[in-house]
């Protein structure tokens, strides 16, 4: 933990890996979010 | 309404507040215990995950300040509190960012919400602030790292004048008072907003309804 990160480069985009990885986790729970089916409870009419 | 009706309006500024509120607010608006059908989506979760990460800050914020760096930097006790405001501020943040990927894909300035978005910009671009005084503001060799390479920043666009981030002083009273406080009023009016307004509809509600 207490060493520098390692850095990724493609031409002018240059990232370090535990940024890399949030992003990645941040953008796999967005797409879950839209996917995973909010729970409702049984026999709810919530639409007004 | 008759002039002599007219006449018993009560014309004080609480009175006109406690009408706005009624028009505006009412209580069933207020604390709503029904949402829309298309409400029902883990998308709605985030914004609601900002504000209680945004708790956790505060309270470990809070039992911070009140002990002092020697605590937070040496003691077990404080190094776990400096560790809770620090992850909680991490989550805090990706929560925020999910909460306005949501935002801008079902585009949810629509219909008179603008305001209620740009509040939204603003407490992500203060939060940015409060965020970079508390690294500054931690008293450790990290901070004055920090501190000394973004004076030369901060300097060349002439805030320096007034924001010096080698004063400890100055960047820990605004980490600790000043823009936490605009952070949380301005939370507290961006879900008023949303209260008065309610949740925007989906893009193609119209079409399929």
């Not at chain 1, 370090?16 to 009419?45: C, K, Q, T, W, Y």
């Not at chain 2, 009408?19 to 215990?33: E, S």
Request: net charge neutral; hydrophobic share 55%.
């Amino acid at each position: 933990m207490d060493a520098p990160a390692r850095i990724l480069q493609w031409g002018f985009i240059q990232i370090s890996v535990p940024n890399l990885i949030v992003i990645g986790l941040m953008i796999a729970i967005f797409v879950l979010a839209l996917v995973v089916p909010f729970p409702r409870h049984h026999g709810e009419d919530t639409d007004r | 309404m008759s002039a002599r009706a007219d006449a018993n309006v009560d014309r004080s500024w609480t009175g006109a507040l406690a009408r706005w509120t009624d028009r505006k607010l009412p209580a069933d608006r207020l604390f709503p215990d029904r949402q829309p059908a298309y409400v029902g989506s883990w998308v709605y979760v985030f914004g609601v995950c900002t504000i209680a990460a945004l708790m956790i800050v505060v309270a470990s914020g809070v039992i911070l300040s009140f002990f002092g760096p020697q605590w937070w930097h040496v003691s077990p006790q404080g190094r776990f509190f400096n560790s809770l405001h620090f992850w909680s501020v991490q989550l805090f943040f990706a929560f925020m960012v999910l909460h306005l990927w949501g935002q801008y894909f079902m585009a949810s300035w629509r219909d008179g919400r603008a305001p209620t978005w740009m509040v939204g910009v603003t407490i992500f671009a203060i939060s940015i602030v409060t965020a970079f005084t508390g690294y500054v503001a931690q008293q450790n060799l990290d901070s004055q790292w920090i501190a000394l390479n973004a004076k030369d920043a901060i300097n060349s666009t002439g805030a320096g004048a007034f924001f010096n981030v080698l004063n400890f002083g100055q960047m820990y009273g605004l980490h600790v008072m000043m823009l936490p406080i605009f952070v949380i009023t301005l939370v507290a009016v961006h879900v008023l907003m949303v209260r008065i307004k309610g949740v925007v509809k989906p893009i193609d509600f119209e079409e399929t309804h």
